[in-house]
């Protein structure tokens, strides 16, 4: 089964530091574009960065610029997002996704076809 | 930023009933070398992660019900429920990957009336 699985959240206060992981089972995630999205309670989606096949290249929101960073670990299959500096406003539910397309010759614009759960960020005193 | 406006924020209708959501982007999405328009669309239940529906705008993703259909091209589209039905009862988001930097609309509410 193709599968994302979110880990990593919980509650921080403002200021803090907190790093997210993915984990993707069920295909070949070496060859996959992925990002995060987040999701504000009652809110909308939020994208907030993607990462190339080989980690090479990483895009983000100007909302996290210079303070969240992706990586990921292609032999761990996994996903990250390293959260510094974080904010009341950073509160949400963060979900990882995947790109629709699955080939090395993927430029990285697709949409996501396949969605974590989603794990849970509080940032409060 | 590519700017995604969903109209309208929300829309009750009745079962059975034709539900029609649209979406408009800042700038055109469509990527003239391959006639592909770089947009998509989602359902989200509460309480789980979103649901594609469409993609290229008109591409219906594996396991979507064609009473679902998704149209436009440019900075127009379009998603219709041809005949609502209970499960249909959701958040409807519209999404732009032309750029690097991927934006979605704030979502409409669909609710049976």
């Known amino acids: 089964e193709v599968q994302l699985v979110e880990t990593g959240g919980g509650l921080v206060q403002p200021g803090g530091s907190l790093r997210l992981s993915c984990a993707a089972s069920?295909?070949?995630?070496?060859?996959?574009?992925m990002s995060w999205v987040r999701q504000a309670p009652g809110k909308g989606l939020e994208w907030l960065a993607k990462?190339?096949?080989?980690?090479?290249?990483?895009y983000y929101v100007d909302s996290v610029k210079g303070r969240f960073t992706i990586s990921r670990d292609n032999a761990q299959k996994s996903l990250y997002l390293q959260m510094n500096s974080l904010r009341a406003e950073d509160s949400a539910v963060y979900y990882c996704?995947?790109?629709?397309?699955?080939?090395?010759?993927?430029?990285?614009?697709?949409?996501?076809?396949?969605w974590g759960q989603g794990t849970i960020i509080t940032v409060s005193s | 930023d590519i700017v995604m406006t969903q109209s309208p924020d929300s829309l009750a209708v009745s079962l059975g009933e034709r539900a029609t959501i649209n979406c408009k982007s800042s700038?055109?999405?469509?990527?003239?070398?391959?006639?592909?328009?770089?947009f998509a669309w989602y359902q989200q239940k509460p309480g789980q992660p979103p649901k594609l529906l469409f993609y290229?705008?008109?591409t219906r993703a594996s396991g979507v019900p064609d009473r679902f259909s998704g149209s436009g091209s440019g900075t127009d589209f379009t998603l219709t429920i041809s005949s609502l039905q209970a499960e249909d009862v959701a958040v409807y988001y519209c999404?732009?990957?032309?750029?690097?930097?991927?934006?979605f609309g704030q979502g409409t509410k669909v609710e049976i009336k």
């Open positions: 999404q732009q990957y032309y750029t690097n930097t991927r934006t």
């Open positions: 700038q055109s999405v469509l990527y003239n070398s391959n006639n592909k328009n770089y």
């Open positions: 290229s705008a008109s």
């Open positions: 069920g295909f070949t995630f070496s060859n996959y574009w």
């Open positions: 990462i190339k096949q080989d980690g090479s290249e990483k």
């Open positions: 996704a995947r790109d629709l397309c699955g080939a090395l010759t993927c430029a990285g614009y697709d949409a996501f076809d396949i």
